[in-house]
Structures are given as structure tokens and as C-alpha cells.
């Protein structure tokens, strides 16, 4: 984030990075870098779990927990219900997300880190379904289960702790 010396205000060489949170300017100009909202779900199917791998970088290959970024005005079960529709077609019932718990991330995109906050949902199914996979995010699906989970093989930092947690790995 320190690449950003040009203030958007005054267009002066004078933007200075704290580095953690806050640009600032003598004219006055204060950005905050907030941390933003993203959703994981682990879904369960009698002893296995579905995970995608990633088709597009950051870490494109990797696998990883269906989810993504919380929009403006939506819940995190909003979300977790419109990214499970966008990836894989799949139509859950919000009621039956059960959050576990959180966990502080950074998501590199286009080299620029963004801090995130990781919300974990689990959601159970009785029967496999079908699914549609959106090619330009999912290359496809894998069912695991935990004592096949390779947790290096997990895109990102998060996603591996809680995993390690919630196994007991």
C-alpha cells in the first residue's frame, strides 16, 4: 500500500502511509483502510466436505472454502447464500448456516494486500446435489474428508487455522 504517494485531494506528493491503516495529507485528506467482510462455508456431506479449487489468482490451483466478499447492505448470510448461487448454482436454505467463527486474513489482489475479517459458516446437507460450476472461479469441486485434508493444499492462511481447529488436526 506504501505505492500510493499522490494525494486523490490536493494531487501533491504529500500522501503519507502509516503503514497499518490510515493515509493522510497535510490538506487534510484522511483514507482509512478497513478491514473487509468475507464469508467461508464449510459444507458437509455424512463424512466429507466440499471444496472448490480456485481458478483465478490470488493463488489460483489452491483449495478452498466457497464464499467471498461481504457486498454493502447484505449480511454475511446473504452473502454466503448469493456466493454459493454464483460459484456453484447451489440454492441453500440461510436458516441452516450455522457460524462457527472468525479470523483475521489478508487477501492480495493485484499486489495490494486487503485485510479482511473471515466469518466460517458450516452447512450440512443430507444428499450430495448437482452442481454448475462458474468456470472463471472454479476449475472444480472436491469432496474430502478430514483425515484426507492436506491442509498445505488450502489457499489461504485462514482457512488452514480454522480447519487445524475445527479438526483437531
Same mark, same amino acid.
Given at each position: 500500500? @506504501? ?12 500522501? !503519507?502511509? +502509516?503503514? @497499518?491503516?490510515?493515509? %493522510?495529507?497535510?490538506?487534510? *485528506?484522511? =483514507? ?17 466436505? =466440499? ?13 478452498? =472454502? ?10 454475511? #448470510? ?6 454459493? *448461487?454464483?460459484?456453484?448454482?447451489? +440454492?441453500?436454505?440461510? %436458516? ?23 466469518? *466460517? ?8 446435489? @448437482?452442481? !454448475?460450476? #462458474?468456470? %472463471?472461479?472454479?476449475? #472444480?469441486? !472436491? ?8 491442509? @498445505? ?13 475445527? *479438526?483437531?488436526?
Amino acid at each position: 500500500m @506504501e505505492n500510493m504517494p499522490f494525494c486523490p485531494k490536493c494531487g501533491n506528493k504529500t500522501l !503519507q502511509y +502509516d503503514g @497499518e491503516k490510515k493515509w %493522510s495529507c497535510p490538506c487534510n *485528506f484522511t =483514507l482509512y483502510n478497513n478491514v473487509a467482510g468475507a464469508v467461508a462455508v464449510l459444507i458437509k456431506c455424512g463424512d466429507e466436505y =466440499l471444496f472448490t479449487k480456485r481458478n483465478q489468482e490470488p493463488k489460483a490451483g489452491k483449495l478452498d =472454502l466457497a464464499g467471498g466478499f461481504v457486498d454493502p447492505k447484505e449480511s454475511a #448470510e446473504t452473502t454466503c447464500k448469493r456466493e454459493l *448461487f454464483e460459484e456453484m448454482k447451489m +440454492d441453500i436454505d440461510e %436458516s441452516k448456516l450455522v457460524y462457527v467463527a472468525s479470523l483475521p486474513n489478508v487477501y492480495q489482489y493485484k499486489n495490494i494486500d486487503y485485510n479482511t475479517i473471515d466469518l *466460517f459458516y458450516l452447512y450440512e446437507m443430507q444428499e450430495k446435489t @448437482e452442481v !454448475q460450476l #462458474e468456470i %472463471s472461479e472454479i476449475s #472444480e469441486i !472436491q469432496w474430502i474428508t478430514k483425515e484426507n485434508l492436506n491442509l @498445505e493444499d488450502l489457499a489461504f492462511d485462514s482457512q488452514q487455522k480454522f480447519l487445524k481447529n475445527y *479438526f483437531n488436526l
